[in-house]
């Protein structure tokens, strides 16, 4: 099993900036794909960032196109850490933001929701203007 656990949430003014983590415990896997996704009031969760590392490189990094940017995903293996840079906050990017993760590193699905094998509990960003 793993466990994801994000930190990093808070509140912001628009044009501010907040790093948020997802910390990976428990089975951790040499190659994964983690993605970043949020849910603001009222909707439904969408897909913000994903990356993914074959063991030996970063294969993919792919952003919604609401946060190609502003937002920039990385990986810190050492620390079975990843990262979501966000800059530029706008007061709708206000959500809670999860991370999950898979084993499978391949591209496909890196938007889709139920092609993650496991969630975080989700941290909330609030941007006020």
């Known amino acids: 099993q793993v466990q994801l656990v994000e930190s990093g949430g808070g509140s912001v003014q628009a044009g501010g900036s907040l790093r948020l983590s997802c910390a990976a415990s428990g089975r951790t896997f040499s190659s994964y794909a983690m993605g970043w996704f949020r849910q603001a009031p009222g909707k439904e969760r969408e897909f913000v960032a994903a990356i993914t590392w074959s063991g030996i490189i970063t294969v993919y990094v792919n952003y919604a196109d609401s946060v190609r940017g502003r937002f920039t995903i990385s990986r810190d293996n050492a620390q079975n850490t990843v990262y979501l840079q966000m800059n530029k906050l706008k007061p709708e990017d206000t959500a809670v933001y999860y991370c999950?993760?898979?084993?499978?590193?391949?591209?496909?699905?890196?938007?889709?929701?139920?092609?993650?094998?496991?969630w975080g509990q989700g941290t909330q960003v609030t941007v006020s203007s």
């Open positions: 999950a993760a898979r084993p499978d590193y391949s591209s496909g699905g890196l938007r889709v929701e139920y092609k993650y094998d496991y």
